[in-house]
């Protein structure tokens, strides 16, 4: 069965930094695109970034380029999120996506307060 589990979320304050892991099981990882979401509370998720099978192609939405930062290690079966430069506005749920599917994790929670 398909599982993603994301690990690494917490409070951190306003400009720091925290690096989110998914791992992945029950499917060929390197074959598929991972993308991260976030939600948070009283608005729709949205897409963070994404990145391609062989790590060869990210993109991010605009509110996080520059600051985040998406990488796959195809070995571990584990795609990362760094978050740089923290802002308020980044506290959400955190949720790692496979592909152009319907597999999600459970999610874990950011919280940038100072």
């Known amino acids: 069965q398909v599982q993603l589990v994301e690990s690494g979320g917490g409070l951190v304050q306003p400009g720091g930094s925290l690096r989110l892991s998914c791992v992945s099981s029950?499917?060929?990882?390197?074959?598929?695109?991972m993308s991260w979401y976030r939600q948070a509370p009283g608005k729709e998720r949205e897409l963070v970034g994404y990145?391609?099978?062989?790590?060869?192609?990210?993109n991010y939405a605009d509110s996080v380029k520059g600051r985040f930062t998406i990488s796959r290690d195809n070995a571990k079966n584990t795609v990362y999120l760094q978050m740089n430069s923290l802002k308020s506005e980044d506290t959400a749920m955190y949720y790692c996506?496979?592909?152009?599917?319907?597999?999600w994790g459970q999610g874990t929670q950011v919280t940038v307060s100072s």
């Open positions: 990145i391609s099978s062989t790590g060869g192609f990210t």
């Open positions: 996506k496979r592909g152009s599917s319907d597999y």
């Open positions: 029950g499917f060929i990882f390197s074959s598929y695109g």
